[in-house]
């Protein structure tokens, strides 16, 4: 059974940083792709980044050169260091796997495994 557990998330100030982390139980992280979702209240959630399991990195378009995700596999972590933080990066993020065999996907769904989310909130 894959267990994902995130953490890092607080409060921040806009233009603060935030790193969140990914831990995977149950599997080597190696052997996952890895995204990262968020939702905001009354919003969708949405993909913000991915990462394959050979480290091929993806990300959603608003977040592009604010966020860097990474691995580091031999202590089963992913990252989501965040900067540039802006009130409407405010959300719950969410870290999910899907399997290495399976092309790495910007759509919540495909994934297979999630965590149970942490909270970011950035104030103006």
């Known amino acids: 059974q894959v267990q994902l557990v995130e953490s890092g998330g607080g409060l921040v100030q806009a233009g603060g940083s935030l790193r969140l982390s990914c831990a995977a139980s149950g599997r080597t992280i190696s052997r996952l792709n890895v995204g990262w979702f968020r939702q905001a209240p009354g919003k969708e959630r949405e993909f913000v980044a991915a990462i394959s399991w050979n480290g091929g990195t993806y990300y959603a378009d608003f977040v592009k050169a604010r966020f860097t995700i990474s691995r580091e596999n031999p202590k089963n972590l992913v990252y989501l260091q965040m900067n540039s933080l802006k009130p409407e990066d405010t959300a719950v993020y969410y870290c999910?796997?899907?399997?290495?065999?399976?092309?790495?996907?910007?759509?919540?769904?495909?994934?297979?495994?999630w965590g149970q989310g942490t909270q970011v909130t950035v104030s103006s």
């Open positions: 999910s796997g899907r399997d290495f065999g399976m092309p790495t996907s910007r759509t919540g769904s495909d994934y297979a495994y």
